[in-house]
């Protein structure tokens, strides 16, 4: 990708380094004050409201970045983890620059998703986003399902092209933009590595099928 290489060259020395985990522990400091300081209600206050951003409250642009997924701690503690590991092997296999250039095209997508669809978005296809370019680049890495189920992620990720598919079937439009959103970085990203991976698997069927036809009529 020769435009990544050329905002590379220019704009490097601007790139956060462990992004993810600087995300990962405001998200943990969120949620600790939301369940020690429930007055402070920190959820109301950050969350991405495209009416209320119109309003003045801008912060949300940002804000939303740091809400943690769910309130139940034993998952934030797996999500919040989880998202650590995708986040930094990303930013290790990439460098910090084409990692902040990735999650920025998502939280970009997922605004513009927000405020087309005129509902509130949470993080959730976003970090998805994340979670389909690892699978991309490290498809046989094994997690633990449910903490002691081994699970290629590669399978792991096709249910969440199909969630991706369900919801721009069935879910109302806020839905469907953030579907969409969360697929935009990493066809931006991997377009150029799926359509030349189409045209070997295109190329290797009509070779596979040359062949079969060669060797039946070299049989009769």
Known sequence: MNWVRKLERKF?????RDLMTYIVVINAVVYVLEMLVPQSNLFM?????PSLVMRGEIWRLITFLFLPPTM?????????????????NLENQWGSFRFNLYYLIGVICTIIASFIGKGTVTTEHLN?????AFAYLFPNFEVLLFFFIPVKIKY???????????????NPLPMKLAA???????????????????????QTYKNRK??????RDKRW
Request: hydrophobic share 60%; charged share 10%; glycine share 2%.
């Open 156 to 170: 792991i990720a096709y249910l969440n092209w199909a969630f991706i598919v369900f919801s721009l079937i069935f």
């Open 180 to 202: 969409i959103a969360s697929v935009v970085n990493f066809f931006i990203f991997f377009w150029s590595d799926l359509f030349t991976n189409l045209k070997l698997r295109r």
């Open 210 to 215: 040359r062949f079969k036809d060669a060797f």
């Open 45 to 49: 206050k950050f969350y991405l409201n």
């Open 12 to 16: 490097s020395r601007y790139a956060i």
């Open 72 to 88: 139940h701690p034993i998952w934030t503690i797996f999500a919040l983890y989880f998202y650590y590991l995708v986040g930094s």
């Open 128 to 132: 998805l986003s994340l979670f389909l």
